[in-house]
């Protein structure tokens, strides 16, 4: 099966994963890819591979890639912080930089509480790596 990367054509086997089609490229990366465009559609390294797919990946040296980066980090928080907290809400306001924002309601933003989210968030994240 034939996919193009780069502009150049490539032989590949059927049934592969974006992940393990690129893997050495992924693994050689200078930053670290975190998705791609297929096709010309934002898609996860997850994605299965159709005949005659473009494939360009996506790390976070890119304007593209550090928005997934950051909209992840946003749902992984919002997410963790909604187990912790079902009846509360988290609104982010805004980024600045590298920092953001974020305000909740009823809630003491204490040592503990970031602690908490914290370790929720680390969880996560070690759910997803495995």
Do not use: H, W
Not at 28 to 40: A, F, K, P, R
Not at 124 to 129: E, M
């Amino acid at each position: 099966m034939n996919i193009k990367y780069k502009g150049r054509t490539r032989k590949i086997e059927r049934g592969l994963t974006v992940r393990e089609a690129l893997a050495e490229e992924i693994k050689n990366s200078e930053y670290e890819v975190i998705g791609c465009l297929y096709n010309n559609d934002y898609r996860n390294l997850e994605t299965q591979i159709e005949e005659g797919a473009n494939i360009e990946l996506i790390d976070i040296s890119s304007k593209e890639g550090m928005k997934i980066y950051v909209r992840t980090i946003v749902y992984i928080m919002g997410k963790a912080f909604e187990s912790l907290y079902p009846k509360e809400k988290l609104m982010v306001e805004y980024q600045l930089g590298n920092a953001m924002y974020c305000k909740c309601d009823n809630i003491k933003i204490t040592k503990e509480f970031t602690e908490k989210l914290k370790q929720k968030c680390k969880k996560s994240l070690k759910k997803i790596y495995q």
